[in-house]
């Protein structure tokens, strides 16, 4: 008996060795090398959990991680509830209803993620300040200040989402304008209402790109360190910096980051572990665009201010207060040289933007091209990076590429060359890491749009003989190019406001705007980011209406 | 539309890229020293700090190269860097990140004779690494119309029961409140500086949130009655652009604690020169220039720090408060006892 039992393992070991033979092929190989590339600075960090926390881990534990988790928590749960009612609404209104401005609407519900949240943050603690802006309307008209305080646990969770929501409108509107058409109609044929259309049938079809958005919030609200900190919200994020700086412990703050990967981690394999059986590919090649409803026009003014409510929010205050700021300081900081930095920080974002969607759809196509399932989770480790604190994932990208540099400088130094740092100090570890930071945003609205491109049309197409790179740029790419021209925009605005890497990563005498702002805020010169603040607003902008025009446009 | 897009996109592109060549001619050529440069990793992000760099590279033709960061960050990016750190000069905001650059090896001892003349010794390090370049205070503010300045006397005596529910205070991850904790277990001993972080909780106004004027602006709202703060931001505040907080600036008294006995706890920013520093001597006289009369006077005059250089009088604003005396306490137990400081307010409950 025994002896069949360990012919039965060894059996069932070969037969796996033997189906990996056959199912990996050169696609499996080209998607391991480049997650091992991009996945390699969150490979070094999560290798430091084996290495176990610093001597203060117990003092953490009894004094500070009850409240990390307990306020991480508050935050995740309020902010999904805010974000998904606002982003989700939103883009349904916009994608289907006729009404004032909504061109107009298109474009600006994007607009509030280009703001910092951290400057979002100190935009709205000086509304509500004593002697700030809500202070001296009230003043103004004789009336009795009632002050909102808005720093605090729940003030942080309505600025996060309010500047964050976003994320869940370009992917919910993504696939509402492009997949839903054909069900609608089928629905309407079938006599269903408008309301149980959209709860029934497109709340959960478009949940994948909802849900792709919603985690990209929630690793950002994870990571956010300005906004929390100010508002003193501590969180685990607060909690690294205070562990590696603070307490001097990196190996603790390494630690933490890497128990916040796997948190992450498992909420992403939670998701897809829930939609495991339900295929979302729609059945038909047209993707025409979604027939837009036409209204009674009170219908049409109430649909309007209900879409404008966050775009007041998270665009219109608090751009307006930093107008504000900006013409009591621009006397001191307005410098010609916010031009020249302003097309810097535009080459860079636009640069690595375009890098980073790059390298997003080679892995969602190599790991799609590759029959080796299991590899397409291992393909997933390579988003990890959005949720790791920037300043953490400089850490990550300075082992190995410093290690390379070393190398480098003693090989050459064979030869008589005295080369210096090549890689560390250049654009080049900059561009690196907002691949490896970036990579999330980029990927999943990719992967969400591609996840609904039915297999059976480039396999079809293949069939007939077409390769792999054909097939993708003649049928897959257009079908797929709503959701790449999201992923640039959104890696671009992205790019446009980071920053703790760019402050430790940036080669001498490249400035981005968002240093810029960062210099003047982080000590108590608010007011005086606010130029720069705008700047950043402003150039932002300029790619969200074009691509936008482009997404419209077909 | 689509032409001056790429326009745009090609210009960014040049200008990107054509400041970064020029980053690798000059790193390659440091030590060949065609060009003569000094590498300052800087905590400061003071925009007067530029004027300074400007005017010490008219003087000397030695080009300044900055990277802006936390003290933190720096300390971390020239621990990985190694014998490989293009860093010359790490400047901070304050005495405690400079001792521990110290304790990790990453600065060495210079002799200058500038600046051993120009500052005292407990604003320099023993084994002369680092040097105080500015001075703060930590004062208190309080509110005029509420509080009599006889009423107040030590920070010890801000835990006494009249203050309850009045103290204004930042998060205890702030440094200059780890500092100053610091100072109270080198001047108290650990016990009693847990005693006294236990009855500042107690007597907290508020949950410690926002920044070193918000505290003041509370005050003078009426949330707290004092608030220990930062003495130039309060110099900011009075000539800051917005005429409210010049408002608020002027509602408030100062009050310099600890008079009587060891005086009020003060803290510099300073710097050091880098162990592996490329530009050694560059950066010597760099860290000179900055203890010059007019350095100093910038400094003072556009940040509302107190100079450290005597001849230099502090701008009108701050003089003004009159003088006071200091905490002599050697800046190195700054260092020394943060890691402690922190502890403890975790302990008391100090957000």
Same mark, same amino acid.
């Given at each position: 008996?025994?002896?069949?039992?360990?012919?039965?393992? !060894?059996?069932?070991?070969?037969?796996?060795?033997?189906?990996?033979?056959?199912?990996?092929?050169?696609?499996?190989?080209?998607?391991?090398?480049?997650?091992?590339?991009?996945?390699?600075?969150?490979?070094?960090?999560?290798?430091?959990?084996?290495?176990?926390?610093?001597?203060?881990?117990?003092?953490?534990?009894?004094?500070?991680?009850?409240?990390?988790?307990?306020?991480?928590?508050?935050?995740?749960?309020?902010? $999904?509830?805010?974000?998904?009612?606002?982003?989700?609404?939103?883009?349904?209104?916009?994608?289907?209803?006729?009404?004032?401005?909504? /061109?107009?609407?298109?474009?600006?519900?994007?607009?509030?993620?280009?703001?910092?949240?951290?400057?979002?943050?100190?935009?709205?603690?000086? +509304?509500?300040?004593?002697?700030?802006?809500?202070?001296?309307?009230?003043?103004?008209?004789?009336?009795?200040?009632?002050?909102?305080?808005?720093?605090?646990?729940?003030?942080?969770?309505?600025?996060?989402?309010?500047?964050?929501?976003?994320?869940?409108?370009?992917?919910?509107?993504?696939?509402?304008?492009?997949?839903?058409?054909?069900?609608?109609? #089928?629905?309407?044929?079938?006599?269903?209402?408008?309301?149980?259309?959209?709860?029934?049938?497109?709340?959960?079809?478009?949940?994948?790109?909802?849900?792709?958005?919603?985690?990209?919030?929630?690793?950002?609200?994870?990571?956010?360190?300005?906004? !929390?900190?100010?508002?003193?919200?501590?969180?685990?994020?607060?909690?690294?910096?205070? $562990?590696?700086?603070?307490?001097?412990?990196?190996?603790?703050?390494?630690?933490?980051?890497?128990?916040?990967?796997?948190?992450?981690? %498992?909420?992403?394999?939670?998701?897809?572990?829930?939609?495991? /059986?339900?295929?979302?590919?729609?059945?038909?090649?047209?993707?025409?665009?979604?027939?837009? /409803?036409?209204?009674?026009?009170?219908?049409?003014?109430?649909?309007?201010?209900?879409?404008?409510?966050?775009?007041?929010?998270?665009? @219109?205050?608090?751009?307006?207060?930093?107008?504000?700021? %900006?013409?009591?300081?621009?006397?001191?900081?307005?410098?010609?040289?916010?031009?020249? +930095?302003?097309?810097?920080?535009?080459?860079?974002?636009?640069?690595?933007?375009?890098?980073?969607?790059?390298?997003?759809?080679?892995?969602?196509?190599?790991?799609?091209?590759?029959?080796?399932?299991?590899?397409?989770?291992?393909?997933?480790?390579?988003?990890?990076?959005?949720? @790791?604190?920037?300043?953490?994932? %400089? +850490?990550?990208?300075?082992?190995?590429?410093?290690?390379?540099?070393?190398?480098? @400088?003693?090989?050459?130094?064979?030869?008589?060359?005295?080369?210096?740092?090549?890689?560390?100090?250049?654009?080049?570890?900059?561009?690196? #890491?907002?691949?490896?930071?970036?990579?999330?945003?980029?990927?999943?609205?990719?992967?969400?749009?591609?996840?609904?491109?039915?297999?059976? +049309?480039?396999?079809? $197409?293949?069939?007939?003989?077409?390769?792999?790179?054909?097939?993708?740029?003649?049928?897959?790419?257009?079908?797929?190019?709503?959701?790449?021209?999201? !992923?640039?925009?959104?890696?671009? @605005?992205?790019?446009?406001?980071?920053?703790?890497?760019?402050?430790?990563?940036?080669?001498?005498?490249?400035?981005?705007?968002?240093?810029? !702002?960062?210099?003047? %805020?982080?000590?108590?010169?608010?007011?005086?980011?606010?130029?720069?603040?705008?700047?950043?607003?402003?150039? #932002?902008?300029?790619?969200?209406?074009?691509?936008?025009?482009?997404?419209? /446009?077909? | 539309?689509?032409?001056?897009?790429?326009?745009?996109?090609?210009?960014?592109?040049?200008?990107?890229?054509?400041?970064?060549?020029?980053?690798?001619?000059?790193?390659?050529?440091?030590?060949?020293?065609?060009?003569?440069?000094?590498?300052?990793?800087?905590?400061?992000?003071?925009?007067?700090?530029?004027?300074?760099?400007?005017?010490?590279?008219?003087?000397?033709?030695?080009?300044?190269?900055?990277?802006?960061?936390?003290?933190?960050?720096?300390?971390?990016?020239?621990?990985?860097?190694?014998?490989?750190?293009?860093?010359?000069?790490?400047?901070?905001?304050?005495?405690?990140?400079?001792?521990?650059?110290?304790?990790?090896?990453?600065?060495?001892?210079?002799?200058?004779?500038?600046?051993?003349?120009?500052?005292?010794?407990? =604003?320099?390090?023993?084994?002369?690494?680092?040097?105080?370049?500015?001075?703060?205070?930590?004062?208190?503010?309080?509110?005029?119309?509420?509080?009599?300045?006889?009423?107040?006397?030590?920070?010890?005596?801000?835990?006494?029961?009249?203050?309850?529910?009045?103290?204004?205070?930042?998060?205890?991850?702030?440094?200059?409140?780890?500092?100053?904790?610091?100072?109270?277990?080198?001047?108290?001993?650990?016990?009693?500086?847990?005693?006294?972080?236990?009855?500042?909780?107690?007597?907290?106004?508020?949950?410690?949130?926002?920044?070193?004027?918000?505290?003041?602006?509370?005050?003078?709202?009426?949330?707290?009655? =004092?608030?220990?703060?930062?003495?130039?931001?309060?110099?900011?505040?009075?000539?800051?652009?917005?005429?409210?907080?010049?408002?608020?600036?002027?509602?408030?008294?100062?009050?310099?604690?600890?008079?009587?006995?060891?005086?009020?706890?003060?803290?510099?920013?300073?710097?050091?020169?880098?162990?592996?520093?490329?530009?050694?001597?560059?950066?010597?006289?760099?860290?000179?220039? =900055?203890?010059?009369?007019?350095?100093?006077?910038?400094?003072?005059?556009?940040?509302?720090?107190?100079?450290? *250089?005597?001849?230099? =009088?502090?701008?009108?604003?701050?003089?003004?408060?009159?003088?006071?005396?200091?905490?002599? *306490?050697?800046?190195?137990?700054?260092?020394?006892?943060?890691?402690?400081?922190? *502890?403890?307010?975790?302990?008391?409950?100090?957000?």
């Amino acid at each position: 008996m025994k002896q069949v039992g360990n012919r039965n393992v !060894a059996f069932s070991l070969k037969t796996r060795l033997k189906r990996l033979k056959r199912d990996s092929n050169r696609w499996s190989v080209f998607t391991l090398v480049i997650v091992l590339f991009l996945a390699l600075p969150i490979i070094f960090i999560g290798v430091e959990l084996f290495s176990g926390p610093g001597e203060t881990w117990s003092h953490i534990v009894t004094y500070l991680l009850p409240e990390y988790i307990w306020n991480s928590l508050y935050l995740v749960f309020f902010c $999904s509830i805010l974000v998904l009612i606002i982003g989700v609404s939103s883009a349904w209104f916009v994608s289907r209803f006729n009404f004032p401005f909504r /061109k107009q609407m298109e474009w600006l519900l994007i607009l509030p993620l280009a703001i910092p949240s951290y400057i979002v943050g100190y935009a709205y603690a000086g +509304i509500f300040d004593y002697g700030g802006s809500m202070d001296l309307i009230f003043r103004q008209l004789n009336l009795e200040f009632i002050r909102i305080d808005i720093m605090n646990r729940a003030g942080l969770a309505f600025v996060l989402s309010i500047s964050l929501f976003p994320y869940v409108y370009v992917s919910a509107r993504a696939f509402f304008l492009n997949q839903a058409n054909n069900l609608l109609e #089928a629905s309407k044929m079938l006599g269903v209402s408008e309301q149980k259309t959209f709860f029934k049938l497109m709340l959960p079809l478009a949940r994948p790109a909802i849900v792709a958005g919603l985690i990209l919030v929630l690793m950002e609200v994870l990571n956010d360190y300005g906004a !929390a900190s100010y508002y003193g919200v501590n969180t685990f994020t607060t909690g690294i910096f205070r $562990s590696w700086f603070s307490l001097e412990e990196p190996e603790t703050a390494v630690y933490l980051s890497a128990l916040l990967i796997i948190i992450i981690f %498992a909420l992403i394999l939670f998701e897809k572990w829930q939609v495991r /059986k339900v295929k979302f590919t729609s059945s038909k090649t047209n993707n025409t665009q979604i027939q837009r /409803k036409e209204s009674k026009k009170s219908m049409k003014w109430l649909i309007f201010s209900v879409v404008f409510l966050p775009v007041l929010f998270g665009f @219109i205050l608090p751009v307006t207060q930093l107008i504000y700021w %900006a013409v009591l300081t621009a006397a001191t900081v307005f410098d010609m040289a916010f031009i020249i +930095i302003s097309l810097q920080s535009f080459g860079i974002a636009i640069t690595s933007a375009v890098i980073t969607v790059f390298f997003a759809l080679l892995l969602i196509y190599f790991s799609k091209w590759s029959s080796f399932r299991t590899i397409k989770n291992i393909a997933r480790i390579g988003v990890l990076g959005y949720a @790791i604190p920037g300043a953490v994932i %400089a +850490i990550g990208i300075m082992i190995p590429t410093l290690a390379l540099d070393k190398w480098l @400088i003693k090989t050459l130094g064979t030869f008589g060359i005295d080369s210096g740092l090549i890689i560390n100090g250049t654009l080049i570890a900059l561009l690196y #890491a907002y691949a490896v930071r970036f990579l999330a945003v980029a990927y999943n609205p990719i992967d969400s749009t591609a996840l609904k491109v039915d297999n059976s +049309i480039p396999d079809s $197409s293949k069939i007939l003989g077409v390769g792999n790179l054909k097939t993708f740029f003649k049928i897959e790419f257009p079908l797929i190019k709503t959701g790449v021209f999201s !992923a640039v925009i959104l890696v671009f @605005i992205d790019v446009m406001k980071e920053l703790p890497l760019t402050l430790i990563l940036k080669p001498y005498h490249i400035d981005t705007l968002a240093v810029k !702002a960062f210099e003047f %805020a982080s000590d108590e010169m608010v007011m005086e980011a606010s130029i720069p603040s705008l700047f950043i607003i402003f150039t #932002a902008m300029i790619p969200v209406i074009f691509l936008n025009k482009l997404l419209i /446009k077909k | 539309m689509k032409k001056i897009v790429v326009a745009v996109v090609a210009l960014s592109f040049l200008v990107a890229c054509g400041n970064n060549s020029n980053k690798k001619d000059n790193s390659t050529e440091n030590k060949t020293s065609k060009d003569q440069v000094v590498n300052v990793y800087t905590h400061r992000h003071y925009a007067p700090d530029q004027n300074i760099f400007k005017m010490f590279e008219k003087k000397t033709g030695i080009k300044v190269k900055v990277i802006n960061a936390s003290a933190d960050e720096l300390i971390q990016k020239m621990k990985m860097e190694g014998k490989q750190s293009p860093a010359d000069v790490l400047i901070t905001v304050d005495a405690g990140r400079l001792s521990r650059a110290k304790d990790q090896g990453l600065l060495q001892s210079i002799a200058s004779e500038i600046l051993e003349k120009s500052i005292p010794e407990y =604003l320099q390090d023993v084994d002369n690494q680092w040097f105080g370049l500015t001075k703060r205070a930590r004062i208190i503010a309080f509110a005029k119309d509420r509080v009599k300045p006889e009423e107040l006397s030590t920070y010890e005596d801000l835990v006494a029961k009249k203050w309850k529910g009045k103290i204004l205070i930042r998060s205890s991850s702030n440094i200059y409140n780890q500092s100053l904790m610091a100072s109270i277990i080198a001047n108290d001993g650990e016990e009693a500086a847990k005693r006294w972080a236990e009855g500042i909780v107690a007597n907290m106004a508020r949950s410690p949130k926002g920044s070193d004027r918000d505290q003041v602006k509370a005050v003078v709202a009426g949330e707290g009655d =004092l608030a220990i703060v930062n003495s130039y931001y309060i110099g900011k505040m009075l000539n800051s652009p917005d005429p409210e907080e010049v408002k608020t600036a002027k509602q408030i008294g100062l009050f310099f604690p600890n008079q009587q006995g060891r005086g009020t706890h003060i803290n510099v920013s300073g710097a050091g020169v880098a162990k592996y520093a490329p530009n050694k001597e560059n950066a010597i006289r760099f860290i000179e220039y =900055l203890m010059s009369e007019e350095a100093q006077q910038i400094f003072t005059d556009a940040n509302y720090e107190y100079p450290i *250089l005597e001849s230099v =009088l502090p701008v009108k604003d701050i003089k003004n408060w009159g003088d006071f005396k200091e905490d002599n *306490l050697g800046l190195n137990k700054l260092g020394e006892n943060n890691k402690k400081a922190v *502890l403890i307010f975790d302990e008391a409950g100090w957000k």
